[in-house]
T-cell receptor, first 111, second 114 residues
Framework: QKEVEQDPGPLSVPEGAIVSLNCTYS??????FMWYRQYSRKGPELLMY????GNKEDGRFTAQVDKSSKYISLFIRDSQPSDSATYLC???????????FGRGTSLIVHP | GAGVSQSPRYKVAKRGQDVALRCDPI?????LFWYQQALGQGPEFLTY????????KSGLPSDRFFAERPEGSVSTLKIQRTQQEDSAVYLC????????????FGPGTRLLVL
């Protein structure tokens, strides 16, 4: 079993829907949690970075961390076709600099 | 330039051939990372530089893989005697600080070994 589990999808939603993307993890040492967006043939782009349990909001994006359940989520409100991409979660142990990535979830937002 | 650049963007190699992949990080960024991304997977860490010092190469899959950053800016990842299992996208990322939690990725080099 991998340290970070992420459903690859694809997840297909209509424009305007609320999207929920999730990752689970097994390593209690993970302290930093990130979400990246990766368009086809491009490198990952950092969307959200969180440290503690709870919610963090940035525009249409909300990142949620539940350390007790070892579960993180990314919510996208009012989804747009331009949000169609692969979303990668990533986590770093305290004191480390090496992220462990999930395999990514492919999101398709259709007009 | 404004972001991290990598060259070549695509590389086709015959099995057994040596390849060199280049990364130009954002100017002034201290940290530089190399990752390997297989199809349908997330990036896997290969190696980490802080300025010109290679502080971690624990992710390099074999001694055929070698990376350098001699002047603390441009980095080269070299793969000797390429094998089919080396086919992947090789991503470079840089960050301003030594912690590296905010990493800026390049577009990657897509390597296909035939």
């Amino acid at each position: 079993q991998k340290e970070v589990e992420q459903d690859p999808g694809p997840l297909s939603v209509p424009e305007g829907a609320i999207v929920s993307l999730n990752c689970t993890y097994s390593n209690s040492a993970f302290q930093y949690f990130m979400w990246y967006r990766q368009y086809s043939r491009k490198g990952p782009e950092l969307l959200m970075y969180t440290y503690s349990s709870g919610n963090k909001e940035d525009g249409r994006f909300t990142a949620q961390v539940d350390k007790s359940s070892k579960y993180i989520s990314l919510f996208i409100r009012d989804s747009q076709p331009s949000d169609s991409a692969t979303y990668l979660c990533a986590m770093i142990e305290g004191g480390s600099y090496i992220p462990t990535f999930g395999r990514g979830t492919s999101l398709i937002v259709h007009p | 330039g404004a972001g991290v650049s990598q060259s070549p963007r695509y590389k086709v190699a015959k099995r057994g051939q040596d390849v060199a992949l280049r990364c130009d990080p954002i100017s002034g960024h201290v940290s530089l990372f190399w990752y390997q991304q297989a199809l349908g997977q997330g990036p896997e860490f290969l190696t980490y530089f802080q300025n010109e010092a290679q502080l971690d190469k624990s992710g390099l899959p074999s001694d055929r893989f070698f990376a350098e950053r001699p002047e603390g800016s441009v980095s080269t990842l070299k793969i000797q005697r390429t094998q089919q299992e080396d086919s992947a996208v090789y991503l470079c990322a840089s960050s301003l600080a030594s912690q590296g939690e905010t990493q800026y990725f390049g577009p990657g080099t897509r390597l296909l070994v035939l």
